[in-house]
């Protein structure tokens, strides 16, 4: 395949030459709003009008009112600030990235840069590629989503919750965790399953992204149409432990304890509470309806990112199929 043929990317409109930046009030508010001035002093430089704006419903209006002069929506934050704007502005929206939060794993993935100056190149010369995304009981998220002990973290960061979340933010809620979390079942339903697979630690993924660069689905690809399920059916802390020694020296995909499946809609339920989490924010309780929602999202990434993915993903996807059958 050539560059020409690269079937689902095209090169951002240049003839549009306004930016709307949106920030994030909860994502490290200064920080943030630094960054945000200096990528659109370096986008103003390249003779673009440019509005940073942080109230969502403004954003809504600015996005909806100029949308033929809008060349593209920067989300200046995490992972949660791109899907608050996926969910809220309308799905023919281009957005770029300004990675801020606290884990950036949709930047990390795209491999956007995190210098403004880099964003601000991006945004002028990037490549738009619509990228799939997931639904979560009605909600859009574009890389994963889980239920079990980490959803049960999240939810006791979140609930403790004062401005920005840090990563040390992090250890209190996980050692209570490991104290008090009973590991329910989970009934999981890919597609036309009759029977369930129950499993108690439960991953599902759009984009190959987890906390700390975790392979868990390595596999996943945004743009395959496919939602990528790792599952775990041991109850424990010693399971646990084995089951992220696995992950790490990519091990759990072969054993049998372990649950991979690849499927268009996944159903979750449980007999008791079992948190989820979407995307890093918590979600809610089970149960809990998935689905793919294809090509949702149109997002500008760097020219060798749409080269090496758009060009080798069909391939990809068709040997990770093969194998995740073989293993459900």
Not at 230 to 256: E, K, M, S
Not at 268 to 276: C, H, K, N, Q, R
Request: aromatic residues 8%; charged residues 25%.
């Amino acid at each position: 395949m050539n560059d020409q043929s690269i079937s689902d990317g095209k090169q951002a409109d240049f003839d549009r030459r306004e930016v709307l930046i949106a920030v994030n009030p909860n994502a490290g508010v200064s920080e943030t709003r630094i960054a945000a001035e200096e990528l659109a002093e370096c986008l103003k430089a390249s003779d673009y009008a440019v509005s940073i704006e942080s109230n969502i419903g403004e954003i809504e209006r600015i996005s909806r009112e100029r949308r033929q002069e809008l060349k593209c929506v920067v989300a200046a934050g995490g992972d949660g600030t791109i899907g608050l704007l996926v969910n809220r502005l309308d799905p023919a929206t281009t957005f770029a990235i300004l990675p801020q939060g606290t884990e950036n794993l949709l930047a990390k993935f795209l491999e956007i840069p995190f210098a403004p100056s880099r964003v601000a190149e991006l945004v002028n010369t990037g490549i738009v590629v619509p990228l799939d995304a997931g639904r979560a009981n009605g909600r859009l998220f574009l890389v994963m989503a889980s239920c079990g002990f980490d959803a049960h973290v999240v939810h006791q960061v979140h609930g403790a919750r004062k401005g920005h979340i840090r990563h040390w933010a992090y250890a209190k809620p996980i050692v209570d965790s490991i104290r008090k979390y009973r590991y329910p079942i989970v009934s999981v339903l890919c597609d036309d399953d009759l029977e369930p697979s129950r499993i108690r630690w439960a991953f599902v993924f759009n984009a190959p992204r987890y906390a700390m660069g975790l392979p868990i689905a390595d596999g996943a690809n945004a743009m395959d149409g496919w939602l990528d399920l790792c599952g775990f059916r041991g109850g424990n802390l010693l399971n646990g432990l084995l089951y992220f020694a696995g992950i790490l020296t990519r091990q759990h995909r072969r054993w049998r304890d372990t649950v991979i499946r690849r499927a268009k809609r996944i159903r979750m339920s449980a007999d008791e509470p079992v948190p989820y989490q979407i995307d890093g924010d918590p979600g809610g309780h089970l149960p809990l309806e998935l689905e793919i929602v294809p090509k949702r999202v149109n997002i500008i990434v760097p020219v060798e990112w749409s080269k090496q993915h758009l060009h080798s993903f069909d391939s990809e996807i068709s040997s990770t199929y093969n194998e995740t059958q073989g293993n459900s």
